[in-house]
């Protein structure tokens, strides 16, 4: 089952009270996604409960913000939904 990128449309501004219905079709594109789920580990090997779980669309190093981010649960178990097709960098970070 594909799965499909939002697109985006630009609409005029309209007073809110005019009663005027604004209509306009946006079209979509595919986007290939896939389920990252995994065990986050500290440094002992031990699971990071309630760890921050962040992934960046790139393997340069970087001090940016990261693409997507989730947490793990008191097992240190998370999913995290990535688009397929690019490099990835998987950060664990302890509360």
Do not use: H
């Amino acid at each position: 089952m594909a799965n499909y990128r939002p697109g985006t449309a630009t609409l005029l501004s309209a007073a809110a009270i005019s009663g005027t219905v604004v209509s306009r079709d946006i079209t979509a594109s595919t986007w290939g996604l896939f389920l990252l789920k995994g065990t986050a580990l500290d440094v002992s090997g031990s699971p990071l409960a309630s760890g921050a779980v962040q992934v960046w669309e790139s393997t340069a190093a970087t001090t940016g913000p990261a693409t997507r981010m989730t947490f793990s649960d008191d097992e240190g178990i998370y999913g995290i939904t990535c688009r397929a097709g690019v490099a990835i960098t998987v950060k664990f970070y302890d509360n």
